[in-house]
């Protein structure tokens, strides 16, 4: 299983982003596909939980920002980034749970949100 991620890039304070994440491979067994991020000189966080059903859940720090998604072929995960903040900044992982494998992650993909 492979994981795809894109959309990131330099954008301003207040602008907003888009990050996709694909998911290819073996046939797996997800139960959830997922955003974290990892900004310079701080440990992975939590950004938001898509899962297969329920609720999808927010880190307190982008909820009313950010918005997450699955594609109609659930093989998909999106990350609407509005009203970017600098604290934003981050290298942001897709990751999933995956029931047969365990946890997945992807290569990341850089955003740099200048001030």
């Known amino acids: 299983v492979q994981l795809q991620a894109s959309g990131g890039g330099l954008v301003q304070a207040g602008g907003s982003l888009s990050l996709s994440c694909t998911a290819s491979g073996s046939p797996f067994n997800v139960n959830s596909m997922d955003w974290y991020r990892q900004a310079p000189g701080k440990e992975r966080e939590l950004v938001a939980i898509v899962p297969n059903r329920g609720r999808i859940k927010y880190a307190d720090s982008v909820k009313g920002r950010f918005t997450a998604s699955r594609g109609n072929a659930k093989n998909t995960v999106y990350l609407q980034m509005n009203s970017l903040k600098f604290e934003d900044t981050a290298v942001y992982y897709c990751?999933?749970?995956?029931?047969?494998?365990?946890?997945?992650w992807g290569q990341g993909t850089l955003v740099t949100v200048s001030s």
């Open positions: 990751h999933i749970d995956d029931l047969t494998f365990g946890d997945i």
